[in-house]
């Protein structure tokens, strides 16, 4: 069965760094768009980033765009989210979820998003 595996998460301190990574098994890893979603406490699930199965594009959050990093390696089969500079705002539950969709345009959307993970903690203390 397809299984992404996130890990990276972690407690730091504003304006420091971490780097996701979700690891994919069952299924073909070049075949599927990959993305990023995170989930504050009492929030809605919100789009980060995306990126299609070759990483010739990809987009991100307004909230993210310049501190965030979306990159693969499809050999690896793996998704890598660098967060940058982080703010307190940036505490959440980060998941990845791969898409069979092309357009970069539809990966901004949770529904568009065949399969999870089970997330990752962030969280960035002030």
């Known amino acids: 069965q397809v299984q992404l595996v996130e890990s990276g998460g972690g407690l730091v301190q504003a304006g420091e760094s971490l780097r996701l990574s979700c690891a994919a ?5 070049s075949n599927y768009a990959m993305g990023w979603f995170r989930q504050a406490p009492g929030k809605e ?10 990483g010739g594009s990809w987009d991100y959050a307004d909230s993210v765009k310049g501190r965030f990093t979306i ?13 940058s500079n982080l703010g307190p705002e940036d505490t ?3 998941f990845c979820a791969a898409s069979r969709r092309f ?6 959307s949770a ?4 399969y999870w993970g089970q ?7 002030s």
């Open 71 to 83: 990159s693969r390696d499809n050999a690896k089969g793996t998704v890598y989210l660098q967060l």
């Open 111 to 114: 529904p568009q998003y065949h």
């Open 119 to 125: 997330g990752t903690q962030v969280t960035v203390s």
């Open 103 to 108: 357009n970069i345009a539809q990966l901004t």
């Open 25 to 29: 098994s069952g299924l073909t890893f």
């Open 45 to 54: 699930r919100e789009f980060v980033a995306a990126i299609t199965r070759y």
């Open 92 to 94: 959440a539950v980060y």
